[in-house]
């Protein structure tokens, strides 16, 4: 099917919770071996961690053959991707995954898990580009799902979820009318600055857009950047495109909301390299002319020409190695020179240092939103979207099971 060529992007947010039986000690194993493989960004070690996952659940199978559960998180290891890649499995895996998920759908005669496997079959049928049941999967799901659960680390699914899957594969279908619709009621059915909200609201501009409602899409676009200035949320391990390339779109879409008309045309111009028979390439044509007709703006700027720089980072408990932490910090500057740069298109002489709180979890994540201490830069804005940014980073889990606070020096000092 040529539908390869449109997008589908599924939101992972956690692992498959074991039952409490006899053999669920080598399915609790696969599955901390599953919640440890977003931290391992080499391929190669990815994959081992995954075989080892895969054999436990194998094991699982072989001693009881008549339970589901095994099947389930054995379906969600074998879509396992390249990180580089994460809307691919590896050959011929996502086709097993449908093969265990049906498999468990045959011994979940009670029903027990029937909500969790349409979820599941929704995704791995999106990936390998069978849209239509696809659909059918998450509409199954949607009628089984509690009308008031919410996604969490435990729990997979909750309707926001499912609602903004679906509209993601209405539109690869070329539906962009229910597609509205499905990202309206995945808005409405999530909490207002979630990941799932933000998600709706990028995917509902996207949608409008390529339906021509320009102010309402500019308007989502709008909200979704008040949230998520720098996009952080579009390369979250927890999201992927299919194909990569209309990830482009979203991209182009943000930055031309956002003001940043050069990084606008740079992702217009990708997308249309990397998707070129995308049925929505003429309105990535029509984006691009418009933008080479605006004449460049001379308060302009180029984050790559913008200096920030990383400097002491004081650690209170000392969990994490001090390079450790710096590494994480470093990786993420590309984020903190868009900030930098879209203040001095205002601000030209916003100069000076941030003093930036960080508490992390043992699983790596921020404990709540990253804040800035002191800052001898008069500007709310950069405060602002730096704070933002810094609570997606994501640091290597700690052995220790507390909390972490170290407290960043970042210094911007203009072109």
Known sequence: MQLRRLIVRAILLACVLAPARAHAGLVDRAEQLLRTIPEQRDREHRFAVADQAQSLCE????????????????????TIADPDHPEACRPHSCERAIAELKEARRLDAAGAEAQRIASELGLVLSRVGAYEDALAEYDRALKLVDPERRPSLFDDYGRSVLYGNSAETLMALGRLDAAIERYRLAEATSVQGDIEWELAEWGLGVALDRDEQIEKSRLAIQRALEFDPTMAHLTD????????????????????????RELALAAWRAFLAEAPSSQYAKRARAHLAELKRAPPSASSVDPARVHVGVGEIMDIRGLRSAATLRDVV?????????????????????????RLQLIIEPTGWMYTRARVLLSTIASDKLAHCVE??????????????EQEEIVVTLSFAGR
């Open 59 to 78: 094991q699982a199978i072989r001693e009881h053959p008549r339970d589901p559960a095994p099947h389930i998180v054995l379906a969600r290891i074998l």
């Open 237 to 260: 391990e927890s999201v992927f495109f299919e194909p990569a390339g209309d990830k482009r779109y979203y991209e182009a879409l943000g930055h031309e909301v956002a003001g940043d």
């Open 330 to 354: 470093t990786q993420h500057q590309d984020e903190l020179r868009l900030c930098y740069a879209r203040v001095l298109r205002t601000e030209p002489q916003a100069r000076g240092e941030l």
């Open 388 to 401: 933002l940014a810094a609570t997606t980073w994501r640091f290597p889990m700690s052995d220790v099971a």
